[in-house]
């Protein structure tokens, strides 16, 4: 199937099972913003939690914040925002659709990527065992040309970026002959900056009210309460400041489903360290962020490392975590060196001092920091894009499964009573009883079991618990594992911890705590 066509069906079947609902729907929707629905919201929370507790529950040195989404505009005039959080857009003039101009060229260099990537995948099927990938890239005149061209087109275009050089960048466009997708056509626009932040008001106009900013992202507000957390916490650096927030950017192209919105959530964490050593924790957090995704099972082959070609105003390093998303690999989390600049801005525009005092070194500094940033809706796609799975069975039946990590799963335990009579609903919802405290389960009793057992496949339950009569003679109940289909018949005592150390999300913790040991 076509990825496109996959992604499709993605989002369709997020709407049809209550993941993701676009917002104000019956009034036909409100650009690149969306609510999660029932089964959304658990999914979302579960991400939340697994990023929480690997952050702040498993390193001694990280604890939590939750900072106000209004913040005093001066904070963003300090952190450059007001004057260089912009994007370079271009228009068509035919078919009057609005792209960033900096994606358009980025989505040019993944498809000389791709022509490289399918000669590749044809001359391994034609030679088998005895083809060497790193010759064929060196020797074959079609894969030297396309790299050839790819390479001479980033290198110009990184450096349009670096220069801010906005008409080099329609150059590039016009060169490389891209087209509106929509119109088919080469008519461009001059490229513009656009800012991203949206304002408000704040306080009534006969107080002389106060134009502020919807943040951009949450790093602002770990930023502007180093010193609270630093004093009342007691913390030494190196130590880290994590904070889970909502984020708003007035996106100039907002498709992609919830990859890119103009009401987002974000994950993110400041670590504070000693001048100098900040690329040393840039390496540490690199390796422990890709270990947090890759943890998931959803196949180490689908994260890549992506260094920026352009670094933002503040940083010294900067990289991301790219999954492979139906349309191809797409930044999931920012790893940045934001270097001391925040905190000496804002020490700069308040007229406080904001420095640490290093006992250890008997030495006063503003610290560097190291940032990990994700967003929490690209998340749940990249997890939705892994585990969507649709499988042919035996009999030419077939089904859709969310193949998610148990731990991440909306619903853990699906409890179901053969039939609606003989006593078999009440023993279903004792059983229920013991298990919902600490899982979310669901009881259903509409229907055949097939079709429950698919409707439950849908959402990504990892567990089905089927009672029968000889459930009320001997307390056995049929299990049923979702990826496997299988069917296994215990006792119904045994339920409980069974599940419950499958979901629990003990398992992530577990690699994780090694991943952190070897380090
Ligand atoms: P992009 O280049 O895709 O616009 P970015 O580099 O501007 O992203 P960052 O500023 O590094 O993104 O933000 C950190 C994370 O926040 C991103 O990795 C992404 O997961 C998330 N994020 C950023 N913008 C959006 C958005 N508009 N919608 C959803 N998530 C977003």
């Not at 405290?437 to 429950?452: A, F, H």
């Not at 009320?472 to 119904?492: G, H, K, P, W």
Request: hydrophobic letters at 35%; one cysteine or more.
């Amino acid at each position: 199937m076509a990825q496109e066509d996959v992604f499709k069906k993605l989002v369709s079947h997020c709407k049809e099972y209550g993941f993701v609902f676009p917002s104000s729907e019956i009034y036909d929707g409100l650009g690149a913003v969306y609510d999660y629905g029932q089964n959304g919201v658990e999914l979302k929370n579960n991400i939340k939690k697994y990023w929480w507790d690997a952050m702040v529950k498993l390193n001694d040195n990280v604890v939590g914040l939750d900072s106000a989404i209004f913040m005093h505009p001066t904070i963003w005039k300090a952190s450059g925002h007001v004057d260089a959080f912009n994007d370079p857009l271009i228009d068509n003039k035919d078919s009057k659709k609005r792209y960033r101009a900096d994606v358009l060229i980025e989505e040019q260099l993944a498809k000389y990527d791709e022509k490289i990537e399918k000669e590749i995948a044809k001359a391994k099927k034609k030679f088998g065992d005895s083809f060497d990938e790193q010759k064929f890239r060196e020797t074959n005149n079609h894969v030297v040309e396309t790299q050839t061209k790819r390479d001479a087109l980033h290198t110009r275009f990184a450096k349009a970026l670096n220069d801010n050089n906005l008409e080099e960048l329609r150059q590039i466009i016009i060169d490389e002959e891209i087209v509106c997708p929509i119109s088919g056509t080469r008519n461009w626009t001059e490229v513009r900056q656009f800012n991203l932040m949206f304002t408000t008001e704040m306080g009534s106009t006969a107080d002389g009210s106060m134009k502020i900013y919807l943040r951009p992202e949450t790093a602002q507000g770990i930023f502007v309460n180093f010193l609270n957390v630093q004093k009342t916490g007691r913390m030494k650096v190196p130590f880290g400041i994590a904070q889970i927030g909502k984020a708003f950017r007035n996106e100039i192209v907002a498709r992609q489903f919830i990859f890119r919105m103009r009401e987002f959530e974000q994950m993110e964490m400041q670590f504070f360290v000693r001048p100098g050593e900040e690329m040393k924790w840039f390496e540490y957090w690199k390796a422990f962020r890709m270990k947090w995704h890759q943890a998931l099972g959803m196949g180490a082959e689908n994260y890549q490392f992506h260094d920026h070609d352009k670094l933002a105003h503040y940083a010294n390093a900067a990289t991301d975590i790219e999954f492979r998303m139906p349309f191809g690999f797409k930044e999931v989390e920012g790893i940045h060196s934001r270097t001391n600049f925040d905190l000496s801005q804002h020490a700069k525009y308040s007229g406080k001092k904001i420095e640490y005092f290093d006992p250890e070194i008997n030495q006063s500094y503003t610290p560097y920091v190291i940032e990990t940033s994700i967003g929490v809706d690209r998340m749940f796609l990249s997890i939705l894009a892994g585990a969507y799975t649709e499988e042919q069975l035996e009999g030419g039946d077939s089904r859709v499964v969310l193949k998610l990590p148990a731990a991440l799963s909306p619903v853990k335990v699906a409890v179901l009573p053969l039939v609606k009579k003989d006593g078999l609903p009440d023993k279903a919802r004792e059983i229920l009883s013991n298990l919902r405290l600490d899982m979310n389960c669901q009881y259903d009793e509409k229907d055949s079991i097939g079709k429950r057992y698919r409707r439950q496949d849908a959402i990504g339950t990892p567990f089905c618990v089927t009672v029968d009569h000889q459930t009320l003679e001997d307390n056995t109940v049929t299990i049923r594992y979702r990826d496997s289909m299988e069917q296994e018949r215990i006792d119904a005592s045994k339920l409980h911890d069974l599940i419950l150390d499958k979901v629990s999300g003990k398992e992530l913790f577990r690699i994780l705590s090694e991943a952190k040991k070897e380090e």
